[in-house]
């Protein structure tokens, strides 16, 4: 009993293994009919029809089915009938053909079951890799799935002093890092392939005002090529209201995803309110914590770092791409503060990293703004304890590091995870337009709250009087799942399972 009952259980799990058990059952039950033709078999014939209509229900609801197996199913429901109501005169002869069918669908099947998954992943930008590289890992390590990185160009766009908008070629395939190896995109033919699932992590098309990928590596018309195009998002949310996240949804509700990673329930209900849905929605973390894990145990540290900021106590400080357009002079103030109170003292140092693309889009988007900014960049750039770090990944930065000063940018939750203390260095924050559901940002230190300061924040990194560090672990768990490295596996098993099972 107990044995059949798992078997049931496996038959609920995998629908491919449950209709070729269902064309066993059928080959049985025509072959008794076979042997049998000139008894009673009225009740096997009825068996069959259940059976069969079993069979094409599961084919119909699937995401896609092969034209040649439903015409094949449909045959032998028409001989089935023709059998069960007797109207045909020479029985035997539509009995052998109906199992040479029912043998034809089941080789079908087995077919599609051994034949390898085609994942293809679509980066664009190489300092964003990080939101796919777990999940490219599993699948590459996957002897069932054949795995190709196609990084794909992308355009910086500019605006200029006349009105128009220069859009600036750009392409980072050969910024990834060395052990992944790449396909270049002018060879690769996603029509011929008809690849079973495709990753991205931008979902704007044509509808970005700083960057924009090419138009036929637009969503639209990447799924012409894929029945599972999925998106994952490249940042970690959290760090802004609840309203903007509502807006930041209802817009990709609108592209063309069969599939939607979201980073917690909370952010699955936001997704679902404002209109994906539900049954794109997968609540399974981000895949940047994964390689935030991996680094935080085996990152190492260049002499560079360790001989520039020997006896220091180091600051990583970042920014997003909004920060300077949405505080101009104000937030350039408090950059070029804390560029002279680094300066000033040599037992600190200073990691400043800026968004990869804030210079260009301070260009476009606050021209007023540029030359200051620039000139502050440059400046730091001759200051012995500050470093400004381009990078694609700030990984290293964490490591040496000993505190953050962020805005509202995803790295500000990830640098939580070292456990290290966190200081909000950002205008706007008011407690009413968060949801401590969501996210408590609160739980870090923040300009302004509570008297605090920057020289405050630092007096308290040096002197190891961090008291908000367990409120900030709890934030954190609320705030994002499975952050102990497994996202981009169990998002790989999950999707293609699902692939798997609802394609025939």
Same mark, same amino acid.
Request: charged content about 25%.
């Given at each position: 009993m107990l044995r059949n009952r798992k078997r049931r259980d496996i038959m609920k799990i995998n629908k491919k293994q449950q209709v070729i058990e269902l064309l066993d059952t059928l080959i049985e039950a025509?072959?008794? %009919?076979?042997?049998?033709?000139?008894?009673?078999?009225?009740? +096997?014939s009825e068996i069959s029809l259940q059976?069969? @209509?079993s069979v094409i229900s599961v084919l119909k609801n699937s995401e896609k089915c092969d034209?040649?197996?439903?015409?094949?199913s449909n045959i032998v429901h028409r001989n089935i009938i023709n059998?069960?109501? @007797?109207?045909?005169?020479?029985?035997?002869n539509i009995c052998d053909e109906t199992i040479t069918t029912l043998e034809e669908m089941r080789n079908l099947i087995k077919y599609q079951v051994n034949k390898k998954t085609n994942i293809v992943f679509m980066p664009y930008n190489a300092s964003m890799w990080n939101s796919l590289e777990s999940i490219w890992?599993?699948? &590459?390590?996957?002897?069932?799935?054949?795995?190709?990185?196609?990084?794909i160009p992308y355009y910086k766009l500019v605006s200029t002093s006349d009105g128009d908008t220069n859009a600036i070629f750009t392409y980072e395939g050969n910024m990834l890092p060395k052990y992944v190896p790449i396909v270049d995109y002018k060879n690769f033919d996603l029509q011929d392939l008809n690849p079973n699932i495709i990753y991205v992590h931008n979902q704007y098309d044509d509808c970005n005002n700083a960057t924009r990928v090419e138009s036929k590596f637009f969503s639209y018309n990447l799924k012409k090529y894929t029945d599972m195009l999925v998106y994952v998002t490249y940042g970690i949310l959290g760090t802004y209201p609840v309203s903007f996240y509502k807006s930041f949804y209802s817009f990709i509700g609108t592209r063309d995803f069969d599939k939607v990673i979201v980073q917690s329930p909370a952010f699955e209900l936001i997704a679902e309110y404002s209109g994906v849905d539900k049954s794109k929605l997968l609540s399974l973390g981000s895949p940047k914590f994964d390689a935030l894990v991996n680094s935080l145990e085996n990152q190492q540290v260049s002499e560079y770092? %360790? @001989?520039?900021? #020997?006896?220091?106590?180091?600051?990583?400080?970042?920014? &997003?791409? +909004? #920060?300077v357009i949405n505080g101009r002079d104000n937030v350039l103030d408090e950059i070029e503060e804390v560029f002279k109170l680094i300066e000033n003292n040599s037992k600190y140092g200073l990691i400043y990293r800026p968004h990869p693309l804030e210079l260009i889009y301070i260009k476009s988007k606050a021209p007023e703004c540029f030359e200051r900014y620039n000139n502050l960049l440059n400046y730091a750039k001759i200051i012995p304890n500050i470093v400004i770090d381009t990078t694609p990944s700030y990984y290293e930065a964490f490591k040496i590091s000993d505190a953050l000063i962020s805005d509202r940018s995803s790295v500000l939750i990830e640098y939580m995870a070292t456990g290290k203390p966190v200081l909000i260095y950002d205008i706007g924050l008011k407690r009413e337009y968060y949801n401590d559901n969501v996210f408590d940002i609160f739980a870090n230190y923040i300009?302004?709250?509570?008297? +605090?300061? %920057?020289? #405050?924040f630092i007096e308290l990194v040096i002197n190891k009087k961090d008291n908000n560090k367990q409120k900030r672990l709890d934030a954190l768990k609320s705030v994002i799942v499975n952050a102990d490295g497994s996202c981009g596996e169990k998002i790989h098993n999950n999707i293609k399972k699902y692939t798997i099972e609802n394609s025939f």
């Open positions: 025509i072959t008794y %009919i076979n042997k049998n033709i000139n008894s009673d078999y009225k009740f +096997m059976a069969i @209509n034209v040649k197996l439903y015409e094949l059998i069960d109501k @007797n109207l045909v005169t020479n029985i035997s890992k599993v699948a &590459n390590n996957d002897e069932t799935c054949n795995c190709y990185v196609v990084p770092y %360790i @001989n520039k900021f #020997k006896d220091k106590t180091v600051l990583l400080w970042t920014t &997003n791409l +909004m #920060k300009v302004g709250e509570d008297d +605090m300061t %920057i020289h #405050k």
